[in-house]
């Protein structure tokens, strides 16, 4: 489809209606509305208005700098108001056709006690706002580093809350509800919804060479803006001119709507890689979930996971099932000494690299290399051109990359500081030269980037599936949760897709991290129809079928997975509630993937099919819950319905607690071709 572009370069002088000192633009709709002000003193605020109802209260703008006097009393030198639009097509995504359209105020500063200039770019969307620091070229200001961002969200009401506390190296928490009067310090995206329904979600867009932004609770429902610092205490060292990411407040009527939001993705750069048939969306399987659950290790040894026959087992598998790709992890030696060059590049002696790559090419399929690195970056930085020269070379064109250093990198820096930024950003560009696309675990919060540079497929970010595996695991509330807080960054590589459920597979095979039989009884939190729609409400273009092959052969629900198609054009939130439940609904080319999932409460669900083109009848295969079935009771256990269905049709789904229901739709009428081909 061609893109239309429609730019309205419409630069106006400052508007003579509005005060010299007041300023303010609407979004698109009319609906959002910023206004900037400088009181007398030349302290400059922002606040937010929706309709009638105020959402955030004057806030205040400034830095403190090192060695320098604060930036927090300006006078305003100009300001300009810009109308923009533009439609373009994303590489991969949720959907691939996207509308950036919007409304921008910008304001031309300085400094009231110096010669320092910085300038104040605001944008109104119709799903939010956006706004960031400018510091053009001057002779006041060269070298600089900030101390502290004196950005404020004043939230017009104690809003309701969903948040995990805030760690400089680690997203993987447990979510907390509450008023945001309660919370201490918080990681973004942070999620609210008011007392009349409106939901909004403050978070970064472009992060890039910067501090990772946290927010502090001040007083009452005032929060402020965190930045995490480096280890001498500092938050970003820099040079003008520089620009700060966007501050963001995705805004909107339901939690459906806030789920659908474009805006982070909105907010970033074009696509910079020229060239993009390589960089391709794909389920894949692994050696991963036996090691997890103790079964297998990452180390050699009588129950080493990653052998050559293993693998082998896993390409052909992957190929007769309609499945793109295989992650194998510890083939390498020297799994524990991470950092060294045998980590990266040296497989063990059961485990022939060449062979098994060779195999997968004639196989057609992908094998996803991995990287970890346990947060030595200086060695990994070291190693990271061979590495990805030889995977290439070998073939290898996905690597998932891990950080697992709890306390911050080996330097003493931490992961969401500018020096993680900075690394995870040149690794990102490294890979875009080698044609190799990236799942980061351990990563750097997702803020939009893969717009920029979309072979940055997916990361981790939050608690994934493995901890299921290895202790009290994640609840169906918390994946609940996950699609309207972490999940607004962008995808996750979350992992589902587990179809033995209480592991009674493995009974008497699993030995826990020191290798002596595994007493506890952990198991997955969710019936196993709730695992396939996971498949589509956890969003991922790498998305894994994370369980044991042994558990997927000759299973009738496996038909779903093998028949998905991640490679969306269209997404679709039908209906959701943050916590509680949501239904969504993805097309690929012709064929429609539906999905309902509710939290630890059975509910019944009515899904209206009118998205779907009028005067055309799909084939639906539905997945669901059985009658006899909840996530403690019987969780296996489900049923499988055909039916015919077109726009008229309403689907009425009884949920189990901690269930799901996962449909595919296939046309009728032959324009789908063959449909297990991707």
């Not at 493995?466 to 995808?491: C, H, K, Q, V």
């Not at 052969?553 to 509630?577: C, G, M, R, T, W």
Request: proline fraction near 3%; aromatic fraction near 10%.
């Amino acid at each position: 489809m061609r893109t239309i572009s429609i730019i309205l370069l419409c630069w106006l002088c400052q508007a003579c209606s509005q005060e010299p000192n007041r300023h303010s633009v609407h979004s698109p709709n009319n609906q959002i509305h910023i206004t900037v002000q400088l009181n007398d003193k030349g302290q400059l605020t922002y606040q937010v208005d929706k309709n009638d109802t105020q959402l955030l209260m004057p806030s205040k703008l400034g830095f403190t700098l090192q060695k320098q006097p604060t930036l927090e009393t300006f006078e305003i030198i100009s300001s300009q108001i810009k109308s923009f639009k533009k439609d373009w097509q994303a590489v991969w995504g949720e959907r691939k056709n996207i509308t950036n359209e919007y409304n921008e105020l910008f304001i031309a500063l300085k400094d009231k006690q110096s010669e320092r200039k910085i300038n104040m770019r605001f944008r109104a969307y119709d799903d939010g706002i956006a706004f960031r620091y400018e510091f053009p070229q001057q002779t006041a200001l060269s070298n600089v580093v900030i101390m502290d961002e004196k950005t404020q969200f004043n939230l017009a009401q104690d809003y309701q809350s969903w948040w995990i506390e805030a760690d400089y190296d680690s997203y993987e928490k447990l979510y907390k509800q509450s008023p945001v009067s309660q919370v201490e310090h918080v990681q973004t995206p942070f999620t609210m919804r008011s007392k009349n329904g409106v939901h909004l979600s403050i978070h970064e867009a472009a992060l890039t060479d910067y501090a990772s932004m946290t927010l502090k609770h001040e007083h009452n429902s005032q929060l402020s803006a965190e930045l995490v610092p480096w280890q001498d205490g500092t938050k970003v060292k820099t040079k003008v001119p520089f620009r700060t990411p966007w501050r963001t407040l995705q805004i909107a009527d339901s939690a459906a709507q806030l789920a659908s939001s474009d805006l982070i993705l909105n907010l970033n750069e074009a696509n910079k890689i020229s060239e993009t048939a390589w960089i391709k969306p794909m389920k894949y399987i692994g050696i991963w979930w036996g090691i997890h659950l103790g079964v297998h290790t990452w180390q050699e040894g009588e129950r080493h996971a990653a052998t050559t026959e293993r693998a082998m087992q896993y390409i052909d598998f992957a190929k007769q099932h309609n499945i793109q790709g295989v992650l194998f992890e510890g083939w390498n030696k020297g799994w524990e000494q991470w950092g060294t060059r045998e980590a990266y590049l040296v497989a063990t002696d059961d485990f022939d690299l060449e062979k098994v790559a060779d195999y997968a090419k004639l196989q057609g399929v992908a094998i996803v290399g991995h990287n970890e690195t346990g947060g030595n970056i200086a060695a990994y930085e070291s190693h990271v051109n061979e590495i990805f020269s030889t995977y290439n070379k070998l073939g290898i064109n996905t690597v998932k990359t891990g950080y697992v250093a709890e306390k911050g990198f080996s330097n003493g820096e931490h992961h969401q500081g500018q020096f993680g930024v900075n690394h995870y950003r040149k690794i990102v560009k490294l890979a875009a030269k080698y044609h190799i696309m990236l799942n980061a675990h351990e990563p750097i919060k997702d803020t939009g980037i893969r717009r920029t540079w979309p072979n940055m497929m997916t990361r981790e970010g939050a608690r994934g599936g493995e901890y299921n595996a290895w202790s009290d695991g994640n609840s169906a509330d918390y994946t609940m949760i996950l699609p309207f807080t972490r999940l607004l960054s962008g995808p996750m590589d979350y992992t589902p897709g587990i179809f033995d459920i209480d592991y009674s597979r493995f009974q008497g095979q699993r030995f826990d991290w020191q290798g002596n039989p595994q007493k506890s009884h952990y198991r997955v939190h969710t019936t196993l129809a709730r695992q396939l729609a996971n498949m589509l409400v956890l969003y991922s273009p790498l998305q894994m079928a994370a369980d044991m092959i042994e558990n997927y052969q000759d299973h009738p629900a496996f038909e779903f997975i093998k028949a998905l198609n991640v490679d969306y054009d269209d997404s679709k939130v039908l209906s959701a509630e943050i916590g509680e439940y949501i239904s969504v609904a993805r097309r690929a080319k012709q064929q429609w993937f539906i999905a309902s999932a509710t939290n630890s409460e059975a509910r019944k669900l009515s899904l209206k099919l009118d998205f779907l083109p009028a005067n055309r009848q799909y084939f639906a295969t539905i997945y669901h819950d059985a009658a006899n079935t909840d996530w403690q009771n019987n969780p296996e256990a489900y049923e499988i319905k055909e039916q015919v269905v077109d726009a008229s049709t309403v689907l009425n789904l009884q949920l189990a607690a901690a269930g799901g229901a996962a449909i595919s739709l296939i046309p009728l009428d032959g324009h789908l071709g063959n449909i297990n081909k991707q």
